[in-house]
């Protein structure tokens, strides 16, 4: 089946250090992918997505290109901030019916000042 | 309002008590999700809602029971559940058609004693 799979965390960076945190995916087809941020207390929120190969998605300064190639989608920011602490999931929709997300085990990162 | 909201955010039962989460979205969406998130482990799906109808149920105990009267609102009714229950409950809600991902709500936060 698909499967997707994260770098282990614990991630600790200092602030403005360059963030990439790695998502290798196990896929048939094509799927969309996608990056959620989830902060303390909260749900996950979409990052960003790209739904085909070499696409880039982008938001907040956070960028993740689909590689279909080396079957990845690494997250990526150039200056960390603080605030960027948080949960990140790297997904993968398939579809069986409904939509569905295949999410990674998600990867903690801490940024200190 | 907008969004995936989630009632109660905290939810403290006893392992003999019937509860029920409630998960209402605005979004117009057609395919509403349940999804458990527990310490070091990946999310769970649990149950997925296409267009009112369950269209997955991944092995999950009889003890949680899942209903969506209609394409706005989820619930989840618990009765007799165990310690190794208590999580995180994620609702998600999507746009059957097209690679949008999910938007989820901030969770109930279940501790059962």
């Known amino acids: 089946g698909n499967s997707v799979t994260q770098m282990e965390g614990p991630v600790t960076l200092s602030e403005e250090a360059f963030l990439t945190i790695n998502c290798t995916y196990t896929?048939?087809?094509?799927?969309?992918l996608f990056w959620y941020v989830q902060y303390p207390g909260e749900g996950l929120q979409l990052l960003l997505k790209a739904t085909k190969a070499d696409d880039k998605g982008s938001n907040k300064g956070f960028e993740a290109t689909y590689r279909k190639e080396t079957t990845s989608f690494h997250l990526e920011k150039g200056s960390v901030q603080v605030s960027d602490s948080a949960v990140y999931f790297c997904a993968l929709s398939e579809r069986q019916g409904a939509q569905k997300l295949v999410f990674g085990q998600g990867t903690r990162l801490t940024i200190n000042p | 309002e907008t969004g995936v909201t989630q009632t109660p955010r905290h939810l403290v039962m006893g392992m003999t008590n019937k509860k029920s989460l409630k998960c209402e979205q605005h979004?117009?969406?057609?395919?509403m999700y349940w999804y458990k998130q527990s310490a070091k482990k990946p999310l769970e799906l649990m149950f997925v809602y296409s267009l009112e109808e369950r269209v997955e149920n991944n092995s999950v105990p009889s003890r949680f029971s899942p209903e969506c009267p209609n394409s706005s609102h989820l619930f989840l009714h618990l009765h007799t559940l165990q310690p190794e229950d208590s999580a995180l409950y994620l609702c998600a809600s999507s746009q059957d058609e097209g690679p949008h991902g999910y938007t989820f709500g901030s969770g109930t936060r279940l501790t059962v004693v």
């Open positions: 896929a048939t087809g094509y799927p969309s």
């Open positions: 979004l117009g969406h057609n395919a």
